[in-house]
């Protein structure tokens, strides 16, 4: 869908359906003023009876079909008092998903009801603009690339081909635009991570997945570079190799770099995705219920290709620092080449890790690319995002990402970030009480503590290759990198693109205020 812009300096507004959001006890009148203007019909339509402004309530209005503006479906918002951005985003992406049930194919917003909303919600017309943008084509969000046919008993489901923000002359649009854009690429970035949640692990191998960053990189002008496991094996990545090994298809390595001119010698902020394309446990094997749902075991690294996908989207701006993305990838299975409990291997860092449960697979392949990090950079911050543990499913919740980090301040832009964007998350502790379970009788450490805090021991594990003085934030986000229960948002159960909005808000935060 393409996002538009239309003036009335320009003519009259054309749309087959404009989106209007109400709150309750409000009126359309109030919530856009020039609507009315452009479309008096609408001050005499019967259904206006039924608009009350109720959460989730749709009303479709109807004027005469040749006009330029013959239907209007008002959105509910609920009371005013309870809104907020999640709510409205939800509103939009229940309203996009309705139009396109309807089978409308050109949608609009007026500018002024983005503007009369952010002043319900104490922001600004752009922020409500770009977040309306990205709920739209996050609620039309659909996975086609493995169906043969569209489906036959809904042909009529057309996506709308635009969606179109509508300025009155006397309201200058410039930041809009700029904003809209940047709506346009974050959500890129998040359906480009959806996809690759969804794929099956046949259609979506590391070799695939370092083929999709190889193409990224060309698309948008990254550099990007790609070990194979003879590489990987000459520096010593000992802990991906052995957890590649089991498998027919071996593992990869992924480098990509986003360096604006001039910034070259600047270091950079690194960003690393934990990459396992499927995660059987190994000779640890898991369970058979659900187990196709570990194909979804690589958001952590949808989360760093999505926002490289979204960056190179992104309007041209200064403020963007140099930004490093590493995905190791590996595909985790059990064969007769298969790492074995007990085996012991040497990581990247020097460190020996015996691998007591070779299902604990996503902290021996993010270690190496940690110690990678910090030996070929400095960075300004380390921070990784990894599907990485069931006992923080257990702890948050399917939606709850945790974030383990020392560092107050990064945490701080994490949590902001976070409360920009309506993810969910919080902190769990990095206590060092914890960090001796880790310790193995005959390696230097082990790749499990004790079942009980699982979530925190993982984090520690990674903490063991951090070095003093580097700034690094751990994401687990094992439960809403894959989440089952659909919502206007996340209309197809599986992999949801968490970690692309926080990453694309969290740099920006990051280059500005933090480490400025
Ligand atoms: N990929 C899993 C974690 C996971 C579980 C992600 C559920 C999404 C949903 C990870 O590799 C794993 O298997 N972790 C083990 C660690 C244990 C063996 C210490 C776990 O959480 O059970
Ligand atoms: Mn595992
Ligand atoms: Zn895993």
Redesign the pocket.
Known sequence: MDIRFQNTSGGEWRAACTLVFLPENSTLEACSPALLNQAPWLGISPALQDVKGKKNEQTTLYGHPDLALPKVLACGLGPEKKLTMQAFRLAVAAAAQTCRKKGYETLAIPAENAAFVATLLGTTRIAVLKEAVTAALLGLYRSTAFKSAPKADAPEEKDPRTLSILFTEKETPDADHRAVREGEAEAAGVLFARDLSNAPANALTPADLAEKATCLAKRHGFTCTVLDEEEMQRLGMGALWAVGRGSALPPRFIVLEHCPKGKENDAPIVLVGKG?TF?T?GI?L?PSANMH??KG?MGGAGAVLGFFEALGQMPASEELPRVIGLVPTAENMPSGHATRPGDIVTTLSGKTVEIL?T????RLILCDALTYAQQQWKPKALINAA?????C?IALGDLGTAVFTKEGKLRGAILDAAEQTGDLVWPLPLWEEYDPNLDSDIADIAN?GPREG?ALH?ALFLQRFIEEGTRWAHLDI?GP??VVKKTALHPVPGGTGMGVRLFCQLIRTLSKAVFA
């Open positions: 396992i995660d446990g640890s898991k749902e570990m075991d449960n299902d604990a697979e996503g599907t990485l543990t069931g006992a499913v499990i699982g993982a094992a990198g894959y």
